[in-house]
Structures are given as C-alpha cells and as structure tokens.
C-alpha cells in the first residue's frame, strides 16, 4: 500500500490538536459517538504524546480502596487540596467539574485499555490519592493510540496545525503542514490540546526576559503555544498569569528538553542549598519534599544566573532516592566550592553559620522531626543536621519547567470563551492549554493528568 | 575491539541504562528486574549480571520507555541486558577454553552438528556393512543392530554427563559470583513455579509480553512452553528407557503404547512445535528491542533442538522399513550434536536464569 500519510481528508466531523492524553481522550469520546475524528499530532511516531510521555499517575477520588488505590479520597479533600495548591485560584465551578469527573475517568480508561498499578516504591505518599499507570504515561499512550486506532480515529504524526480558521465564529477549517505542504482540512469543530508554550524560547523571553535562557524544559519539546498564540490573536480569552508554570528544581545537568522525572532531585531537604554568591535563600527543610518540590524551581529561578546547589554531607547520601547525575563531590567544603565556581569563603561562612545555629534533635529523615536551627535567616525547620563530615556533595539545581499556565478559558462544555465571554459555539480546549482555568498556581501532583483527561472527555462529547 | 573490550563497553552500557531507570522507576510493576533494581544505589558487574540473567526480554520495558531510541538518553533496557547475558554465558563456561565456542555462536553449532552427523555415519560405515544399515529390522535390539548397545550407551552418557557437569559448573560459579545464598525448599519452589509458568513472560495479569509492535500477546510464553515441557517429556522419556534396559531388561524398540515412546512422542510434538513457534515469533519481532549479536545464537538452538524433535519424529513413523538405520543414525547424530552443545549454546540460559529466579526469591524473603 502506498504511503498515504501525506494525504489529508478534505473534511472531518472533528479535528484533534495535539497527541497527547487530552487529545486521545476527546477524539476516543467524539469517536465512539460515530463521529468521522482526525487526531493531528506535531511530534514524529516515536516521540508522540506530548507531555504525558512522561507522566505516571493522575489523581482520583475514590470512595473505596480498589485494587491499585489504598482507603479513599473524597471529592471534599481533593477540594481543600487543590484551594491550598492554589491559594484558591482557581475557577470553582470547573474545579468541582473536574473533580467529579476523575471518579469515573479511571474506569474509562481502564475499559480502553490503560492498565494501573500499585503506586511505585518510594511514591507511598501519594498511594491513596493518585492512580499509577503500569510504565508510565508512555504506556497508557500506547494502550489509547492503540484503542484509537482500533475504532478508526484518523491518527496522524509530524502532522503541527499552523492555523485554525474562523467564520462567523465558529471554526470552519484547520492548516496542517507536514513535510513542509500545508493542507486545509474543513472541519465541524476543533478540540486544542496542544499544551503549553514552555518549549517556545522566545516566547518564554519575552515573559521571563533573559532568565528564560537558564530554564530547562522537562517534557517535550514540540509544546510551543502555536495553536495558543493563534487563539489568542483571533480573539479568544487567555485565563492565567503568563510567569506561572509548573516548575521544580532539577538537575542543572539535565538536556535542555525531554529530561523527565529522572533529572528530578531530591536531596534538597536533606542539606542545605546555596545561591552562585554562597548565600542560602529558602528553608530547605519547610516541609516533606514531595510538598515543596514544586516550589523550588520557581525560588531558582529569583536566584543570579538561575542557579542553585544543593550541599550536603556524606551522612545524609542514603536518605534520597538516587538521581542519574552523580553527585559532585570534594574532600574539603573550600574544594567543593571551587569545584561549583562559588567563592570558598563565601560558601565555608554560610555552612560554619548554618552549622553553629543547628540545635540538637532526633533525626528522622522520613518524617517532619525537631531537628532544626535556631536564630538564623532563613530558617532550616526540619532535617538541620550539621554539614561536617567529608567528603562533601554538590548537586546543581536550575529551574525545571514542566508546563506553563496561561491558557486559553473554557466553560463546563470546555468550549473556548471569547473576549467577550460568550464561548465559541464548535471550539473546544483539553489538557494543559486549559489548564490554567484549574491552576491559578501552584501544583497538586498527578492533577495535569485528571484535567487532561476529564476536559478531554467533555470536549469530546460536547463537539459532537 | 578485543572481547575485552566489549565486554567492558556492554557493562558500562548496562550500569548507564540501569542508572536511569533507577532513577525513573516507572516499569516496577512489568517484572523482577525493576524491583530487584531498586535494592541497589550503584551497579557493580555482578549486580548487572544478576540483572541481566533476570530480564525475560519480553520488551514491555522498551515499549513504555519515554527514554527509549530517538531519545537522546538511548536507554533500551532489553538490548542492553541481552547483550550483557551473552558476556555472562562466556565468563562463567567451563571449561575456561570452551567460552570462545559462545562466540559467533550460530556457526560453532551449525559446525558441531555437522561434524555430529560426520562422525556417526562414518562409525556406522566402517563398523557395520551396509545391508545391516540399508534393511528393515523389527523386534527388540532393532537399533542396536544399527548401532551397537554399548557404542551407543558410552557414547551417549559420556557426553551428556560432561555437558550437565559443564552446565552445573557454569551455573555454580555464577551463583557464587551473585552471593547466591543455598536456596531454601520456598526459594527453591518460587523458582521453580516463576520457570514452570514462564510467569515473566505472562506481563501483568497475563496479558502476555510485546514482540512486534507494543501489543501484549502470549504467544511468546506459550510457545515457549510447548518448547520446555515438550524437551522435558523427551529427556523423561529417556531415562524411562534407560530404566526398562537397565532395571527391567526390555530392549528398546518398545511399542508406541509404552511410557518411553508415548513421553517422547507428546515431548517431541510439544518440542517441534514450540520450536518453529518461537522461530517465527523471532523472526517477526521488532528488531529494536533485541541484540544483533544474538540472533544467531537465538536462531542455532531453535534450529537444533527442531532438528532434534523432527528426526526422532520421523524415526518413530518410519522405524520398521528399511529406511531406519539412516534415520536413526541422522536422529542420534542431531542428538549428540545437542549434548555436546548444551553447555556451548543458548541452552545455557535455562540454568542462569534458575540461578536470577532463586536470587529473586531469595532476596523477597530476605529484604
């Protein structure tokens, strides 16, 4: 059989933007109604799926334990959860939408063929509230692409829309180039779920000025907001602060795009973490990390040169889970510093500080003890040990962006809202190019994954 | 590159892929060897061959890997840990000498088998004339007409004892080398059950493994069922008859309703057709997941041990004409070819990977 890959159908009931969890969530639901789906990703075969690539569980309620989810999680607790993340904002009437929603969301999944399992080892915090998928979020794309395949949703790679066409207010066609010829596909409506912007450089620039150099970008990184900018310019509402993101303190070591969770680190709590001057600048030890990990990469990036390193001791090496990058390491505090490019006096003062204001307690690395310092600025609240046996340990941090917030704002139909608030009848949003209708800040781990899935599914069954 | 050589590089391969799953953790559910991963923080080379003697390449690993091929970490957990076995399997050969026969594998069988074949036709020419090879013969001592009874019983056990001894040796040193602590009766008996229901090729929930593509199917572990059972029916059968002659005194030809023929009947069928079963799974299979430098190791044992089952298949239907002696002598010949191999061949796997299966017992009961 010729290659038709190339080939485009002159006209489709539905046009899915994006490749990734959101997207095989919507052209699934419209599919499944009978409706004729084409599911336009922008990235090759082998690296489809956007960032769900690199997920690995979405949160659930849940009123029982099932097999994979311990206890349960109530629609309230998630609700205080998620206004705590947030510092309440967030849009109400779609949060409580999307809360519902994720109940029956994993059941769906399941039946398409997404396998879960027991929340992996050294992730037990998360055991009652998130449903893990077996391998990973690349494994649960497999299963949906397969079952999308399977019920003839028109899946297309290397496949970016450059323009979605208006008529009268409502979507009438998209622009698809693939091997550099673009096509015009007549389309009954059009569902975006084609992320964020955070992989677009100059886009990031122009937000985050100069710094936006420094950041790394965790997922793929096909997400460069072509279809947000689009919007936006055509008159659609943008919800959301364009600086905030998802964005944790990684590896400094990590590539540029695509590091996913093993540039993560988690030393942080266990030492202390300075600036390139030397100066510490936050408590490391706030709270269990997997609370605070979130907060990090935005609090490297206020920092010079949007760089930080986390030093720590040889006592404390066993208490984290082992990262990829070794750790940098120095028999004496002084070549340590040296070997990070700090000043060594400079980094010798703020450990000899630190280490003079640790006051004695029972140290428990997997819980919030009493050992912490006394009378310095900022403080160290839980996990302060003294950094005194060699050799000593550096690992680089710089901010990791996962995905960025502003987004274009939707309804409960997830259709998309116009300037003028009235939505834009046959137009559609799923997944993180929404998500900031959800996410004013902040993060709740697993939730990218339930709004993903939960608006995908709406945008699917409404656009039909 | 020396052998040397290599072998460090696949080493080095192997603690770099380990070291960002480690680090990821997501296949923790798929097999043994995500969990056994997770009781280590850094990879020494006996850690990475337990690791690698672990891995059933079912290749779901590969296949939900977000670092797997294009992606700049290159991380393909199967390959690596498939080539590393194969450094295994020569490290641990005994004699020390006979580790170069695992290299370009594929040849030394064929040549071996050849030179099997060989040496039993020129024995039968120079020992027997050739109307007793060319004529039928019936009733009991049928085949020793042929083949003399004692030719045949030194022959047969002095290499088949060499090769378990060559095989136990091999296995030994690796269990020590991975501080294989003695198996209990439970180790003993999780392992066995793992090997008895091919458990990692069964993926989660029995869904089975990936071969082509990333769709889940048990073909692989069926097949390769029909293989085991079947080869062991056939060794069963064997020493059922070695009973008869020795304890009993029944010569062998025995009826196709007595327990030695009937074992090595359903034995043979299971084995033949597991064979070209798993041939053409592996001949279908998506080569990016697999070791290039296996192939002809992999493809060598499937082709004698089909060889094995077709001839004494055939020497069963055709026993009682004249063609007999020429199909006995091409069924031992194939036979002796595969005892003389079975420490030199892919056959090795089976014991390394008895010896990860206790090692993973034994390190669930003894966190």
Known sequence: MPDQSHVFPKAVDLVVVGGGHAALCAAITARETGARVILLESAPIDMRGGNSRHTRNLRAVHQLPTSTMSGSYLADEFWDDLTRVTDGRTDASLARLMIDESEPLREWLAARGVRFQPALKGTLGLARTNAFFLGGGKALLNALYAHAEAIDVDCRWDAEVCDIQIDQGEVSAVQVKYNATISTIAAGGAVIASGGFQSNTQWMREVWGPAADNFLIRGTPYNTGTMLRCLLDKGMASVGDPTQCHAVAIDARAPKFDGGIVSRLDCVPFGIVVNQVGERFYDEGEDVWPKRYAIWGRLVASQPEQIAYSIIDSKVTENFMPSVYPAIEAPTLAALASAIGVAPDALEETVGEFNRSVIPGSYEPGSLDDCRTLGLEPAKSHWALPIDAPPFFAYPLRPGITFTYLGLRVNENAQVLRVDGTPCGNLFAAGEVMAGNILGQGYCAGIGMTIGGVFGRIAGSSSV | ?367
């Open chain 2, 1 to 367: 590159m020396t052998s040397a050589v290599i072998a460090s590089d696949r080493l080095t391969e192997a603690r770099r892929v380990a070291e960002i799953c480690n680090a990821c953790r997501y296949c923790e559910g798929f097999c043994a060897t995500f969990p056994a991963m997770t009781q280590y923080r850094t990879f020494d080379e006996a850690s990475l061959e337990y690791l690698a003697n672990l891995c059933h390449n079912c290749n779901a690993c590969y296949h939900a890997c977000q670092y797997a091929p294009p992606h700049e970490f290159g991380v393909n957990i199967p390959q690596a840990l498939a080539e590393l076995r194969a450094d295994v399997y020569e490290k641990w050969a005994w004699p020390g000498p006979f580790a170069r026969l695992l290299e370009r594998n594929g040849l030394v069988v064929s040549v071996v088998t050849a030179l099997s074949l060989g040496a039993i036709f020129s024995l039968l020419l120079y020992l027997q004339d050739s109307t007793a090879v060319l004529s039928a013969h019936d009733g009991p001592g049928a085949f020793y007409a042929v083949i003399g009874h004692g030719l045949m019983v030194a022959v047969a056990s002095s290499t088949f004892l060499f090769s378990t001894l060559a095989l136990a040796i091999g296995m030994y040193r690796f269990a020590q080398s991975i501080d294989l602590k003695p198996p209990t009766w439970v180790d003993l008996s999780r392992a066995g059950h793992d090997v008895a229901s091919m458990r990692y090729l069964g993926g989660h929930d029995n869904d089975g493994c990936n071969t082509s593509d990333a769709s889940f199917s048990n073909a692989r572990r069926i097949y390769h069922q029909l293989a085991m059972w079947g080869f062991l029916l056939c060794f069963a059968a064997t020493c059922v008859a070695t009973v008869y002659d020795y304890v009993f005194g029944l010569v062998a030809p025995y009826p196709f309703f007595s327990i030695p023929v009937l074992l090595g009947t359903f034995g043979g069928v299971g084995l033949g057709i597991g064979c070209i079963g798993l041939l053409v799974i592996k001949h279908k299979s998506d080569p990016q997941p697999m070791a290039a430098s296996q192939r002809g190791m992999d493809y060598a044992l499937l082709v004698l041990l089909l060889a094995v089952s077709l001839t004494g298949l055939i020497l069963l239907a055709l026993r009682e004409t004249s063609a007999m002696g020429l199909l006995l002598a091409l069924h031992l010949g194939v036979v002796l070819a595969f005892f003389l191999l079975m420490p030199y061949s892919k056959f090795v796997h089976a014991g390394y990977r008895f010896v990860a299966l206790l090692k993973n017992a034994q390190s669930e009961r003894l966190p």
